[in-house]
């Protein structure tokens, strides 16, 4: 596939995820960054509203309105950085423009209109386009992502678990009736959100459950999960909030078939994540540790069999909003384009 | 009973466990703190370890070291706040002095020698105290504690775990065999301990999962559920280190009985904790947050029956220096003394 | 004196200064909590609003609205937390109720409306009251504040300067032209403020400078110490926003007189404030940390005389809300009520 | 000048400046990383000691130990990441192997052995290598550093102050006799020592002066500001210890000419760095955080003279360990080899 020269605008881009996509396009050695919009920052420039981008050329870009004829006639990828329930519309109105777009809501990740309905608690506002959408995660769908004209990233919770659980299933060496995880986040998995629950003094010193028991990324990790095994899947699931920036740690406690040994799950991630250059495989003799992966793309997993309990212990760290959210949607670009997948990510 | 005159001293007092229990003692209305011991700050004083303790007339205490005969001239109660391994032998020559003693380490927490070597990897130094020593769980054994010459505190984990679990293994509501739960740590649960891994640098921004499959906790936490079902239980358990000083998070997943609901949880909760002043029972409404127990002697409880998997999930929060660690010292010498329960620590 | 009861109300009970004046009234072994009001938080309990106060007989008061004829057919005693420009009309509605008014704004710290109006950009609601009004600095004003009706509580910043400074400018040790001071604060310290500015992930890992050059405590600062000089001073003075939840640190450069020394220095605060009950002096041994102080009402004092420069370097520590806010109107209570001044603080 | 191409050596890697360098190195588009040594890690791969590498083909770099001639059979550029007192000596053998030394320690940055033993406490290694020195301050000594086969790079405090003071001294702007300076610093600035003083515990919810009055760095703060105007300068410096990872924060109070302001501040500014990639003035109308340059070699600068007090504001921030450590010596090095001076930089 000849390589596309990409044109990029971020949508929304005054949030973690938009700041986060600016800042890795803006260093990415082909694509290029054309147009930023965002509500509240409208008419201000780039590097006004993030001083950090101050010593950049693009810093004099100017913060506009989404208006798709106007952003498509320099843009031809669009990144949507906006609000579950916002995203579809808009979706559809650079799909209507022959914009290529990739989105990072949680709009397009379900293929049911109707589950999303019951966990984002509002009607599909473009359910006609839903099966056009490709799931983002490169792990599973690189192929599909390449062609795709409609890409939903995963949320960051289901990439720190997809990758790890997906061979696993695939390789029918667990229990799919029996997955129980935990989740640890940084507080920037909940956005720029100016909500008194995210203030410093209500964070610091401060853990906490929350989601229980139905947090919202349940929908499609259970979705992923299913179409491995065609069976309906359910699965146990509590995030929690601590007093960091960045990072998520996944803890999976799985039931291992009869003969399965730590050797066979090594096995199995090796053949499915030998070419996967963002998958790093710890083994048993490391665990995962988030400063090991914030700043980049990377996924860390390690596992061990309780030998007590007889479970498999599976363990992820991921950087929320790189691996979780906007590198990953760069690596998706990466793939759209023809590009080496790692372009702009190492 | 009449009220006994406690004269107490602190054995291994520059750790934090033993800087919060003279936090503690300092400000406790009937027991007087008369000698803190430490081999590292042996000769200073009080005040020059803990600046905090400078405006109390006992901040000139000097550290001396741990003479059985010359500190019980003064002291009738010890608080041992040592590493496992050393305590038991001091513990004996304090106990052969006719001191009453509160040990904050592992080493009488466990009633089998074997299981002791089998977690702490080494003999231990006085078997034949084990059968003398009461868990100093209050919520479990207060009637025990009152009458002991030789406390073992719980651990932290085991503490924010094991008031949840006992009465739902009492009354029968879950199954003892699927038991599943993670815990989120304070630095502080590691102790003063020079080690690289504890430096801010290296724990703030991280968050890491540790102890992985067989944390030694994992010992009294299944000794004490098992002494309840009247059979071995062995559960699953994995702790994370996360950056804040204080807290504990336990989440548990809990397979309850085939018609317990929501309201039976809370019901026996109630009935086995409405003259606990410690315990508070948060039902379904609220989450635990360890902001809301720092600094406090409280366990903090929620419940939520899960409707699509049917598992019970528990969640507690506790200081695990105070509650975890010295609070509940305190208040088992408040039981030992006759003292109301929650004296020196409202 | 005779000891008058307390009925204590707590008007704008929701910030962090009404939570931490809460928490002392709920501890307080003489006075008692009768009512907090809120407008954010009308009809809640008080345990709904403050899930750390959940165990106490008080958690089931309900937040009324600020009523001064309701509030104070039960209580004598009004603290105002509430913001500046809000505080000066309900103070009077109170005084006129014939209340005890203790505030903790900004409102009557200054003794010139014209001054309030450079600073706080708006006129003042009742200057008539501005003569009336005491200065709650303790080690001060405790006389005037003893016979007061209406204390302004200094505000953080101003307590962590103005008691190392004020005996130095007292007994003509420093020249009072050349002052210059920085201060390092804790996030708390901009109240539960919900802005953008304040969300976890943009203070956590940043450290800055802001109310350059025209902090508006300097009013209060400066009127302070022109009181002591019968001068007109003006100071330099740069606060910086530092991640932590509480806590100050002010750091002074001071210019001695020609023969002044180290000993000199120590003489005039020992002289100073020997009687005072929560002045800790470090001397030049010991440097302070705000972790020393934090949770308590205590400021810690060292200083040090500079050979090379010739200045004389004073630092100071203070927990913002408790000295510097919530604790040191609990000691004007104690003064004003015939109390030990340590009541409840301890 | 044609572009060398260099083989670089990392000697004591396993700190925090060292992982820094190591991680520049590996993205470094022209200079390539081809041995590292650490005395307490040898014999360990690279990824075992820094898990964030372990995707990189040179992961699997074993750290050896600093042997001067083997290492240069393969390196011709040498970084030195070693304490002060140790890099002397180590410097010199590397020399004598005719490597191009940048030394990251202090011990060539000042001129004077005499200073040198005063603020250090011990006698120089290597004295008669201290005029062939140059300090690696690329915005002063940039053609120096060009030529130079000894470079000392500055320490973090010094960066954030000289960058600042040397064009306002260097045009005669303040008086040279009347500085005035705090700084604010994340732990990682104290090294990966393994101190009580730096454990999370200890700093975390912690700030606090220290190296009062005396800090080393004021040694050669003083040499470079002395250097500008022809007369010793002495400064009034405190530095203060913050609950981060990352970041200082340095301010500073100067006393202008009589006709001095802003606009003549910055353009004094804006001419000495017009080509000067890594500075970014932000006037007055915005002041430095952190958080805009963490993870970058960027350092930003505020100016604002205070009406009230006639003083000249100046606020600086870096990342002190890339641009006050281990990016600066990056800088130096593309310097040295004729490289891009932003090169593996942006």
Chains 1, 2, 3, 4 share one sequence.
Not at 18 to 29: D, I, K, Q, S, Y
């Amino acid at each position: 596939m000849p390589k596309e020269q990409s044109k990029c605008a971020v949508i929304g881009a005054s949030g973690y995820a938009g700041e986060e996509l600016v800042r890795l396009l803006l260093a990415h050695p082909i694509a290029e960054l054309v147009a930023v919009t965002s509500r509240q920052s409208a008419g201000k420039r780039l590097d006004q509203v993030f001083p950090r981008f101050g010593h950049h050329n693009k810093g004099d870009l100017l913060f506009g309105d989404a208006d798709a004829k106007k952003i498509t006639k320099n843009a031809n990828f669009v990144f949507l950085a906006l609000p579950h329930g916002v995203s579809a519309d808009v979706a559809k109105s650079f799909l209507d423009c022959d914009a290529r777009v990739i989105d990072l809501s949680a709009d397009f990740r379900l293929r049911s209109a109707k589950v999303y309905e019951e966990f984002y608690g509002s009607k599909h506002a473009a359910p006609a386009l839903l099966k056009q959408a490709v799931y983002g995660l490169p792990e599973q769908y690189a192929k599909e992502i390449a062609e795709a004209d409609l890409v939903a990233c995963p949320g960051c919770y289901p990439t720190s678990i997809l990758i790890p659980l997906l061979p696993l299933l695939r390789e029918d060496l667990i229990d799919a009736k029996d997955i129980t995880i935990t989740s640890l986040s940084g507080v920037s998995g909940a956005g720029r959100k100016v909500e008194a629950d995210y203030l410093f003094a209500e964070c610091n010193e401060s853990a906490r459950p929350y989601g229980v028991p139905k947090h919202r990324h349940l929908s499609e990790i259970e979705q992923e999960l299913s179409g491995v095994t065609k069976s309906l899947i359910t699965i146990q699931f509590v995030p929690h909030l601590i007093p960091m920036n960045r990072g998520i740690i996944s803890t999976m406690f799985l039931r291992p078939g009869p003969d399965v040994d730590e050797g066979e799950v090594e096995a199995v991630y090796k053949d499915a994540y030998k070419s996967e250059p963002f998958v790093r495989l710890l083994g048993n003799e490391r665990l995962p540790d988030t400063k090991n992966v914030v700043g980049t793309n990377f996924i860390d997993i390690s596992w061990t069999l309780d030998a007590r309990t007889g479970r498999l212990i599976i363990m992820s760290a991921i950087d929320n909003l790189i691996k979780g959210t906007s590198g990953q949607a760069i690596q998706c670009l990466n793939l759209m384009c023809g590009y080496p997948e790692t372009a702009g990510l190492l």
